[in-house]
Structure formats: structure tokens, C-alpha cells
């Protein structure tokens, strides 16, 4: 491997690990950040962090996409990757805005703005959410499947992201109660990995990247199912408000 393309390769996994741990700050933080917003006291501090989430992630993503694999993505790929941003940003949008009223809603349990505010906060964004992000990491493991790296490279730093990834997708699915929704779609990427990636595997940082998060995703979510008899939330079990 030339210097070139050996300085290439570390770039892709430096920007994996980035990646993972601004995504973990974006998803995770928010949840735990309950103090009063100073510009509007009924907001918190989280939702004003998830205000600019989808202004950093969908670059991400889409650094994701073109970093990794050769040539610039086609027509299709770009209409692709833009139909799951759409999804993703509804998603996002609908639970930050019913969360924060979800909260005020509280103080009338059984009225119908309660209702629905709990149904957009809980369920359908939830879903919308997931659809998204998992649909974005499926079309750039899809495009550098199809477009492997020129020059392969050993297990790197993409694994350790993969591994921040991984947690922080465990605690995203078990907080959103999306498990039924997310576990097949891990488990179908993991098996995937194992039987159509394993000729071009040293050329896919992107694919072991994903494989490696998902793959630890799996083995948490089992572990917590069969530890709680089921898949409680951290909000219930009273470790995140």
C-alpha cells in the first residue's frame, strides 16, 4: 500500500470514530440535560442541543457516503440517501417538539392533547426515527459494498467507533422502545456481513464499522431481554428522567 492511500484509509478511520462519539453526544446528552433552556425557560437544555442534531448528523452521514466508497454516488444513491434524511429529520422534529410538550401534558394524564402528544412522542417518531437512521447506514454500507476501497487495511480504528456506535445504539433503541422494529434490521446487517462481506472484508472499513456496532447492539439487547424479562426503558426503570 502507497503512502497515499495508506493516509486516506487512517482519514476514513478517524472519521469514523468521530462519527460514533458526536453521534452518542447528540443522542444520549439530551436525555440528560433537564435544566431550564435561559432563552425559554420551558424548553431544557437538551432540546435546544437536539435543535441542531440533523445539522450535524445529516453532513455526517452524508461525509459517510461520499468518503468511503468511489465514484461521487449516482442519482439514485443521492435520491435515496435524501428520501431517509426526510424521514429521519420528520421524525426528529415530531419527537423534539411533542417531548418537550409532553412534558406539560402531564398535568392533564387523561385529556386527548395528552393522547396524541404521547402518541407522536413515543410511537410514531420513534419509528419515523429509526427508519431513517437505519436506512442511512444501509445505503452507505450498500454503496461501498457495491464500491469497495481500493487498497485494503486491517481492523482499525473504525472497530473502536464501531464500539461507540454500538452502545449508543442500544440505549437509543431500549429508551425509544423500538426493539421489534430495530432487531431484525440488526440482525439482517450482521448476517449480512458475515456471508456477502467476507471476500472484499479488509477493503469495507464502512461495513466493519457498522457490522461491529451493530453486532455489539445485538449481544446488549439480548443480555438486557433476558436480565429484565423483557425490554423496560432507562426512563422507567428511573436511571434517566
Known amino acids: 500500500?502507497?503512502?497515499?492511500?495508506?493516509?486516506?484509509?487512517?482519514?476514513?478511520?478517524?472519521?469514523?470514530v468521530i462519527f460514533a462519539i458526536v453521534y452518542?453526544?447528540?443522542?444520549?446528552?439530551?436525555?440528560?440535560l433537564s435544566q431550564e433552556f435561559m432563552l425559554m425557560?420551558?424548553?431544557?437544555?437538551?432540546?435546544?442541543?437536539?435543535?441542531?442534531a440533523p445539522l450535524i448528523l445529516v453532513p455526517g452521514y452524508w461525509l459517510l457516503l461520499k468518503t468511503g466508497a468511489k465514484p461521487a454516488p449516482s442519482q439514485k444513491e443521492i435520491l435515496?440517501?435524501?428520501?431517509?434524511?426526510?424521514?429521519?429529520?420528520?421524525?426528529?422534529?415530531?419527537?423534539l417538539a411533542s417531548n418537550s410538550i409532553a412534558r406539560l401534558a402531564k398535568e392533564i394524564p387523561d385529556g386527548q392533547t395528552a393522547i396524541l402528544t404521547n402518541f407522536y412522542d413515543e410511537k410514531l417518531s420513534h419509528y419515523?426515527?429509526?427508519?431513517?437512521?437505519?436506512?442511512?447506514?444501509?445505503?452507505?454500507?450498500?454503496?461501498?459494498?457495491?464500491?469497495?476501497?481500493a487498497d485494503s487495511s486491517?481492523?482499525?480504528?473504525?472497530?473502536?467507533?464501531?464500539?461507540?456506535?454500538?452502545v449508543t445504539c442500544f440505549i437509543d433503541v431500549v429508551e425509544s422502545a423500538t426493539v421489534y422494529l430495530s432487531f431484525p434490521w440488526l440482525l439482517a446487517i450482521v448476517l449480512f456481513g458475515l456471508?456477502?462481506?467476507?471476500?472484499?472484508?479488509?477493503r469495507q472499513p464502512m461495513l466493519r464499522f457498522f457490522w461491529t456496532a451493530y453486532l455489539l447492539a445485538i449481544l446488549l439487547l439480548?443480555?438486557?431481554g433476558i436480565y429484565w424479562g423483557g425490554f423496560p426503558e432507562f426512563s422507567q426503570l428511573g436511571i434517566i428522567d
Open 1 to 16: 500500500m502507497d503512502l497515499k492511500a495508506q493516509t486516506k484509509i487512517e482519514r476514513l478511520d478517524w472519521l469514523l
Open 24 to 32: 452518542a453526544l447528540l443522542i444520549i446528552a439530551p436525555a440528560l
Open 41 to 52: 425557560p420551558l424548553m431544557t437544555q437538551g432540546d435546544a442541543l437536539d435543535l441542531i
Open 80 to 95: 435515496i440517501f435524501l428520501l431517509f434524511v426526510i424521514i429521519w429529520v420528520e421524525g426528529h422534529g415530531m419527537h
Open 128 to 149: 419515523l426515527w429509526h427508519i431513517g437512521l437505519f436506512g442511512l447506514s444501509g445505503t452507505v454500507i450498500y454503496r461501498q459494498w457495491q464500491n469497495p476501497t
Open 154 to 166: 486491517p481492523w482499525g480504528y473504525e472497530v473502536l467507533g464501531g464500539i461507540i456506535h454500538g
Open 195 to 202: 456471508f456477502k462481506g467476507k471476500k472484499p472484508w479488509q
Open 222 to 224: 439480548l443480555a438486557w
